[in-house]
């Protein structure tokens, strides 16, 4: 009886492990679902900004290009080539996936620094940067590995999956163990960094508020901007390795 019962309260046991949560979040209840309002403020005011910044962009572009248009077009031009490196000549129409992946991920790690969330007061919990929360991260990379398989399957159809018997037959518990630790990298990567960068700044201005904080602010701004290039460059890279079948 003592086992039936500790079979019984394992289940139970792993089911209140599951619901242990870090820290205080704010929830909204929409229908019968419970969504982390945190995690959507944050990430509509991203989006809006940058919405708003290509409105501005192509409301009155310009013969002769404005300061703000060559910045647009230069931004336009380092994202197709970061696309046409790593995917190779059949890179244009991956190029607004990974112009949005790049755009919002360091639009969003760079709120965390720059924009004063912490003026928001919530019921519960504080707003921070999207990319601090891995809910951001996983979905992500989750969007990533779809874009990945889309891309091989819609050029190679079902023969897409014979790369998992390549080079050898052996391989294929790994081949198929890479595809399930692509996400999970490029999820805890980012928000490792991201998170790690805002507690070591909110540490060091606890200890030290005056002047030391702010060297550390702009080595996590230029973090932050490497974080984001790194996630879109090997999401590029997944995406012409699933064309062109090589590893």
């Known amino acids: 009886m003592n086992g039936i019962s500790c079979s019984i309260n394992a289940p139970n046991g792993l089911y209140d492990i599951s619901?242990?949560?870090?820290?205080?979040?704010?929830?909204?209840?929409?229908?019968?679902?419970?969504?982390?309002?945190?995690?959507?403020?944050?990430?509509?005011?991203?989006?809006?900004?940058?919405?708003?910044?290509?409105?501005?962009?192509?409301?009155?572009?310009?013969?002769?290009?404005?300061?703000?248009?060559?910045?647009?077009?230069?931004?336009?031009?380092?994202?197709?080539?970061?696309?046409?490196?790593?995917?190779?000549?059949?890179?244009?129409?991956?190029?607004?996936?990974i112009g949005t992946m790049f755009l919002f991920i360091f639009v969003s790690n760079w709120s965390g620094a720059l924009l004063p969330w912490k003026i928001i007061q919530l019921p519960h919990g504080e707003l921070a940067a999207p990319t601090n929360d891995i809910n951001t991260t996983v979905a992500l990379a989750l969007l990533t590995s779809v874009a990945y398989f889309y891309a091989g399957l819609s050029k190679k159809g079902l023969g897409y999956f014979s790369k998992y018997i390549q080079p050898t037959p052996i391989l294929l518990p790994i081949n198929i163990l890479e595809d399930f630790t692509k996400p999970l990298s490029l999820s805890f990567r980012l928000f490792g960094n991201i998170l790690a960068d805002e507690l070591v700044v909110v540490v060091l201005v606890s200890l030290v508020p005056s002047v030391v904080p702010i060297p550390v602010m702009f080595l996590g701004l230029f973090t932050s901007g490497i974080q984001a290039l790194i996630f879109a460059t090997l999401a590029a890279a997944y995406i012409g390795e699933s064309m062109e079948g090589h590893h």
Not at 38 to 66: D, E, F, H, K, Y
Not at 74 to 95: A, C, H, M, N
Request: net charge negative; glycine share 10%; hydrophobic share 45%.
């Open 19 to 97: 619901g242990v949560e870090v820290g205080q979040h704010f929830y909204w209840q929409i229908g019968g679902f419970q969504v982390h309002a945190q995690v959507l403020i944050t990430s509509w005011v991203v989006i809006a900004i940058l919405l708003g910044s290509a409105l501005i962009a192509v409301r009155n572009p310009q013969t002769i290009p404005t300061a703000g248009q060559n910045f647009f077009e230069y931004v336009l031009e380092f994202i197709r080539d970061v696309s046409k490196t790593q995917i190779g000549e059949e890179y244009g129409p991956w190029v607004p996936f």
